[in-house]
């Protein structure tokens, strides 16, 4: 079993629709959860990141984490042909500067105007 | 702040030759710096973890000394591509941690190897 999961998608959803992607992981001790945001042929950015269960929210992005299932969520509200791009799940392995980090396998998302 | 930048951009070399990449933080200090090689349509894969001033440990399955890296300073580490072979082109992209003890990773705009 891989240490996390994700949906490769392609997801294609129409401007303005809300997106749910999602990631589910395997390994408890993670505590620390992220998601980028990777244009094509650009390195991944950092979108949002949270420690604890519930959700997060940052404009029109929200993270959402349940630590009891295992379950990891990023939402995009009112979603651009800006957001059209491959998100990943990321979750380091420690707390250390050297710590790995474990990345999903990314979903691409496609906005259509 | 937090820019990390992968020089060259792009490189195109023949079969055999060896190609030298290079990763900056350009803002910051980066105890640690990561490698990863990204395949079409796939998601990042670690090949190494680069400490200054130490060895880089690479991940299980990817060939130490094909894939050569120095950190020889708190902003610079390099990757070297020994005797490239056309299955070695690939994305391959940087990220540095900052020294400071964050989490968070800052990547590289990746460098596009193609090797003919």
């Given at each position: 079993q891989k240490e996390v999961e994700q949906d490769p998608g392609p997801l294609s959803v129409p401007e303005g629709a809300i997106v749910s992607l999602n990631c589910t992981y395997?390994?408890?001790?993670?505590q620390y959860f992220m998601w980028y945001r990777q244009y094509s042929r650009k390195g991944p950015e950092l979108l949002m990141y949270t420690y604890s269960s519930g959700n997060k929210e940052d404009g029109r992005f929200t993270a959402q984490v349940d630590k009891s299932s295992k379950y990891i969520s990023l939402f995009i509200r009112d979603s651009q042909p800006s957001d059209s791009a491959t998100y990943l799940c990321a979750l380091p392995s420690?707390?250390?500067?050297?710590s790995k980090i474990i990345f999903g396998s990314g979903t691409r998302l496609s906005i259509r105007p | 702040g937090a820019v990390v930048s992968q020089h060259p951009s792009w490189v195109i070399c023949k079969s055999g030759t060896s190609v030298k990449i290079e990763c900056r933080s350009l803002d910051f200090q980066a105890t640690t710096m990561f490698w990863y090689r990204q395949f079409p349509k796939q998601s990042l894969m670690l090949m190494a973890t680069s400490n200054e001033g130490s060895k880089a440990t690479y991940e299980q399955g990817v060939e130490k000394d094909k894939f050569l890296i120095n950190?020889?300073?708190?902003?610079l580490s390099t990757l070297t591509v020994t005797?490239?072979?056309?299955?070695?082109?690939s994305f391959y992209i940087c990220s540095a941690r900052w020294?400071?003890?964050?989490?968070e990773q800052f990547f590289g705009p990746g460098t596009r190897l193609t090797v003919l």
């Open positions: 395997s390994n408890s001790a993670f420690g707390y250390s500067s050297a | 950190h020889a300073s708190l902003t005797s490239a072979h056309p299955e070695d082109s020294s400071g003890g964050s989490n």
